[in-house]
Structure formats: structure tokens, C-alpha cells
């Protein structure tokens, strides 16, 4: 049963931490996305990835926020400093290369920055 | 004007009612359309796409798009207490590959009451 997995899948932070969230795209997807979900602004797009070369990270604060992909298995979202502004749910994406395709979602990673 | 627009709802509909779930979008270049159910405290996961004017069906889930008035929908026939979640509307700019980015609508809330 292939799957986008995260962890951590819960993160309870104090401000001014870092923090480091992984992922693991499905096997044999070539892009991978990495979304923020708020009740305010509902689901925002923050980087995405293909082929492990970063395409657009046009929605994420650049000055706190970093993503990368080390390899084709592990892509990571790190925020350092963090702020209580940063709470929110983080969910990493991945996608294939056929027609059809579309994003299948992890289980998201849930921040409290306290 | 955003991007992809939703009405927040709540949408509420009897138990084997039909829901109508609508969404608009502003770039006339889309040409694929996605529908994502979320669960409370759940990720999004893909119910269905669509990419040509018309009507898809797939179960009791019907897709309906109409690109001269940008406008696609979501049908639910017999609603049951399990389609209770939040949909989603996101649009692809380009009909082919799940690596390019989706912009989401912020999410209709249907409740299908007993």
C-alpha cells in the first residue's frame, strides 16, 4: 500500500526553536510538495520539488523557513526560528508522472508553537 | 479575486439527498480540476478529476465542468452521514502530470444530516 508518510506526526514546540519535519514521498514519484493548512488561510502552498531540484518555494518565508531534498526517499521542512505564527498543519504531497496524475497526501505534521 | 473560490458552507443535506458542491475559478488557462475530500483532523485525499466540459461520474460522485464560465461542481447522489467532511477544489493550470502545482479553494463544509 504505497503512501506518503511524515513524521514527526505531532510537534509541541517553544518559540525561537528549530524545527525539522521529514517526509517520504511515495516510490517512484518525482515531485513533492510541502503545504501549510490554517482555518484562516485554509491550505497554502509553500515549496514544491521535482526530480529533487526545488521549482517554486515562492510561498514560504524565506528568511525562517528551508526546504530540501537530500534524496529521492526524504524531503525535509525546516523552520528556525520558529514563531507562534508558524502553528498550523504541514503536510508534504507527493506526485507521479503519468497523464492521470494527481497529489496524494500524507498524514500532515501538527505544529503548536507555544 | 482568489484564485479558486468556494463557498465555506456549512452545507447541510438530508440523509439521501443529493449535494451540490460548486467552485469557481479565475485562470481560463486551467485545464484540470480536482475534488479532495478532508475529514476532520485527516489529510486531503483525492475523490476525483476531470479535464474535459461535461459530466464524469464515478459512483454516487459526479463531476461537472464548464470551462466558458469556469465553474466546475461536485454531485453527491444519496448522501450518506459519511460524506460529512470538507471538499476541496484545486485546478491545475496544465492537463498533464501531478508535478504541477495545484491551487486549492478553501473548502466547502457539507454535513449530511440524519
Known amino acids: 500500500d504505497a503512501r506518503v508518510t511524515q513524521t514527526p506526526r505531532h510537534k509541541v514546540t517553544e518559540m ?9 514521498p511515495i516510490l517512484g514519484h518525482n515531485t513533492v510538495f510541502w503545504y501549510r493548512q490554517t482555518m484562516m488561510q485554509g491550505l497554502e502552498l509553500l515549496a514544491y520539488f521535482r526530480n529533487r531540484a526545488p521549482l517554486d518555494d515562492s510561498g514560504m518565508p ?12 526524504l524531503a525535509t521542512l525546516k523552520i528556525q526560528p520558529s ?10 504531497a507527493s506526485g507521479g508522472r503519468g497523464v492521470q496524475e494527481t497529489q496524494y497526501f500524507g498524514p500532515g505534521t501538527r505544529l503548536l508553537v507555544l | 479575486q482568489k484564485e479558486v473560490e468556494q463557498n465555506s458552507g456549512p452545507l447541510s443535506v438530508p ?14 488557462g486551467s485545464q484540470s480540476f480536482f475534488w479532495y475530500r478532508q475529514y476532520s483532523g485527516k489529510s486531503p485525499e483525492l475523490i476525483m478529476f476531470i479535464y474535459s ?31 460529512s467532511a470538507t471538499y476541496l477544489c484545486a485546478v491545475n493550470p496544465r492537463i498533464t502530470g501531478g508535478g504541477n502545482k495545484l491551487t486549492f479553494g478553501t473548502g466547502t463544509q457539507l454535513k449530511v444530516e440524519l
Open chain 1, 16 to 24: 525561537g526553536q528549530e524545527v525539522t519535519m521529514r517526509c517520504q
Open chain 2, 53 to 83: 466540459n461535461g459530466d464524469k461520474e464515478d459512483g454516487r460522485f459526479t463531476a461537472q465542468l464548464n470551462k466558458a464560465s469556469q465553474y466546475v461542481s461536485l454531485l453527491i447522489r444519496d448522501s450518506q452521514p459519511s460524506d
Open chain 2, 15 to 28: 440523509e439521501g439527498a443529493i449535494a451540490s458542491l460548486n467552485c469557481t475559478y479565475s485562470d481560463r
Open chain 1, 83 to 92: 514563531e507562534p505564527r508558524d502553528s498550523a498543519v504541514y503536510f508534504c
Open chain 1, 62 to 73: 524565506k528568511d525562517r523557513f528551508s526546504a530540501e531534498m537530500p534524496d529521492a526517499t
